[in-house]
């Protein structure tokens, strides 16, 4: 358990005497309102709403998280619950230290690393991998609450289970978020029968608005109420859970449920910027990633580059690339294989990282460092590396602060929406495919053992101000988490933004060159410039992640929350704030242009206004190709024309001067550039010092 260092300075007193608009944490701002008795930030009104009354009814932060995950497996099923495993990150305020419950799901006994292997030796394809009972681990979750209660809450788990069960057996109001999730996922709830018959009875996907009533669950909850744990790792719970995986094709047995153990641990910690963070260490690849991610980009003047700005994204996105390189080669279950902790985050080492970073074009081969260079001892040959796809799933991130000071950052998940697909009969609760964040391969750290956990990318995580805790932050998404829960950091800490709009600034997710996810709102002209380096955008945005965040001023007492839109985000304080998020508006249909420009089979964003076709010839407004292009008008011999006051500039001729081969796809109305990517030299052996950003010491 890490104990946090305490400082009394006096000169911050003063100062927060002079200046009392000024809050003394970032990511909090006079325009927010305040709770001073206790705040959560739900993914789920309904969960957020029973945190918010344990908390009101004298629970800690511990009672409140354990009663909000009971009550997210009902309204928010498809997310986590007992059928799962997660994170629970606590800041004890009177011990003054950080520690985290992991109830990570572990392997079976019965396993080994050709697991997912089929017959021919390939692994098996993905849609059967991931809805196998050989997908499902061993869950912790249960059992990581009653640790978390019996260590560190006030409250019994017979009485924080109570208002989820209410949920279950009274029924619940299915939300547009749910109602989505149900759609989207109509193959998966049907393959096996028993989940289609809670979320599509009678075949009929249950939409926005429909009540949801759980009587099978509500049976297993008040089972646990009235026996305890014991009914789900040793009894009927558990005999019915392992009947049903080993239907499915697993091997799990109900030894594996009695053998699970919780594990807590130490977050990894670091600094970025003076402040100090606290985040998820392994089996979590998470809190490594966003550490080495943040201090890369602390040799930047982000704050300068502006939020969202190509300058920022640029390095960002080759920030993460980086970071993922080290992810993929050292991050696994520390109790089967070291990990370089100390080295990933040595400041020489991430230097020499920052080094590979060049600030005029995207780096094309990315190759993980040797972190171990920086460690008391080289345990590498005991490490054994190797590449790996990313799986991405949803999962669920609250945040919640008690009257005390207490706070707590908890990531929990069944891995995919409706993890595996697989309800247990009877019982009413979705399993989790944790067993899909392992390797489909055998051969590296993260390879399929007996009893280990998988390799996760969940990152609860707090910010720490003077010693001081003041930011709890997580989000879903597998490896879209570690990005989301940097940018929102950075949007707290360099980009000075309060928290609530820290969460709904748009991110980008990116884990390798050359693919970029985006949501929308990244400026057009920011999306052409990074084109024009080489990275390449996905065509359409999309969601990347759920922040839910709890801050606190400790100077003023005051508790804030920021929620997200991309659920029904809720934030409540016991005596002030209540925010929840609407559904959010379809977007309107983009007019169609008169062409497409496609560069390397990539449509390039213009809109239909900055498209013309004249006399045959495809012209794109000046200033947009050259930056999609990544080239300079005066480099060019191209002369443009005006077309409604618009200067334009025509495109074969443009993509011709750059080398480009053209041609026109009469079908698609589509103009097709395509060019060989210039072999740079590898830049592994590039060290880039010109850059206007970069901070020198
Ligand atoms: N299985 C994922 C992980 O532990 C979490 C699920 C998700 O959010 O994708 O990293």
Avoid at 554 to 572: C, H
């Amino acid at each position: 358990m890490v104990k946090l260092k305490s400082f009394v300075i006096a000169s911050f007193t003063f100062f927060s005497l002079v200046t009392p608009a000024l809050a003394h944490v970032p990511g909090v701002d006079p325009t927010m309102e305040a709770a001073t008795k206790g705040i959560v930030a739900v993914a789920h009104p309904l969960a957020a709403e029973v945190g918010k009354e344990i908390l009101a009814n004298g629970g800690n932060a511990v009672d409140a998280a354990a009663a909000i995950q009971l009550s997210l497996m009902v309204v928010e099923p498809m997310m986590s619950g007992i059928g799962g495993g997660g994170f629970l990150m606590v800041y004890l305020k009177d011990q003054n230290k950080i520690t985290i419950i992991d109830s990570r799901e572990m392997a079976p006994k019965d396993v080994t690393p050709n697991y997912f292997l089929g017959e021919d030796g390939k692994p098996i394809p993905w849609f059967e991998r991931h809805t196998s009972g050989k997908a499902v681990g061993v869950p912790g979750t249960l059992k990581g609450v009653e640790v978390a209660l019996e260590k560190y809450g006030t409250k019994k788990l017979a009485e924080v289970i109570q208002p989820a069960i209410e949920q279950a057996e009274k029924g619940i109001t299915v939300n547009w978020s749910m109602a989505q999730y149900i759609g989207e996922n109509a193959d998966k709830l049907k393959q096996y029968g028993t989940a289609a018959e809670v979320f599509y009875p009678g075949g009929v996907a249950k939409k926005e608005g429909d009540f949801l009533v759980q009587p099978n669950l509500a049976k297993t909850l008040k089972l646990i109420q009235e026996k305890g744990t014991d009914v789900f790792y040793k009894g009927e719970v558990g005999e019915a859970l392992v009947a049903e995986v080993q239907k499915r094709g697993g091997t799990m047995t109900i030894e594996d449920l009695n053998n699970y153990v919780v594990k807590e641990r130490e977050p990894v910690l670091g600094e970025y910027r003076g402040y100090q963070v606290a985040s998820m260490s392994p089996p979590s690849s998470g809190g490594l990633t966003v550490l080495q991610i943040l201090q890369l980009m602390e040799g930047y003047d982000v704050k300068k580059m502006g939020v969202n700005s190509a300058d920022y994204l640029h390095r960002l996105i080759e920030s993460i690339h980086l970071a993922y390189a080290d992810r993929a080669a050292y991050m696994a279950d520390e109790d089967f294989y070291p990990v370089p902790k100390k080295g990933l985050i040595d400041k020489t080492y991430i230097d020499e990282r920052r080094q590979l970073i060049n600030p005029a074009e995207a780096n094309a081969v990315v190759k993980e460092g040797n972190p171990w260079k920086y460690e008391d001892e080289d345990l590498s040959a005991l490490a054994k590396v190797k590449e790996k796809e990313n799986p991405t799933g949803e999962t669920t991130h609250f945040s919640v602060m008690d009257q005390w000071g207490n706070l707590v950052s908890y990531t929990t998940t069944i891995e995919a929406v409706f993890g595996s697909g697989i309800m247990v009969p009877g019982y009413g609760f979705m399993l989790n495919n944790e067993m899909t964040d392992f390797d489909a391969t055998p051969g590296g750290v993260n390879q399929v053992e007996p009893g280990k956990r998988p390799r996760s990318s969940m990152t609860p995580t707090l910010v720490i101000k003077d010693g001081q805790p003041f930011m709890a932050v997580g989000s879903p998404g597998g490896p879209t988490i570690i990005t989301s829960v940097a940018q929102t950091i950075m949007n707290v800490i360099d980009h000075d933004l309060n928290i609530q709009d820290a969460i709904l600034t748009p991110r980008i997710y990116s884990s390798n060159y050359p693919d970029v996810r985006w949501e929308s709102g990244i400026n057009q002209d920011v999306i052409l410039e990074l084109l024009g380096k080489g990275h390449r955008f996905d065509e359409a945005p999309q969601n990347i992640g759920n922040v839910q965040a709890v801050m606190y001023d400790f100077e003023t007492g005051k508790m804030y929350g920021g929620a997200d839109n991309t659920r029904e985000g809720s934030v409540l304080g016991v005596d002030a704030v209540k925010i929840v998020m609407d559904k959010p508006k379809a977007a309107e249909p983009t007019e169609k242009g008169s062409f497409t420009l496609k560069v390397n089979g990539l449509s390039y964003p213009f809109t239909a206004s900055q498209l013309h076709i004249q006399d045959g010839t495809s012209y794109v407004e000046a200033g947009k190709l050259l930056l999609g292009l990544g080239a300079e008008a005066k480099n060019l011999a191209v002369d443009s024309i005006q077309v409604n006051g618009i200067e334009v500039l025509p495109v074969r001729a443009v993509a011709e001067a750059l080398g480009y081969q053209v041609s026109w796809n009469k079908e698609e109305r589509a103009v097709l550039l395509a060019k060989e990517k210039a072999q740079t030299s590898t830049p592994v052996q590039n060290h880039y010092s010109e850059d206007k950003f970069k901070i020198t010491n």
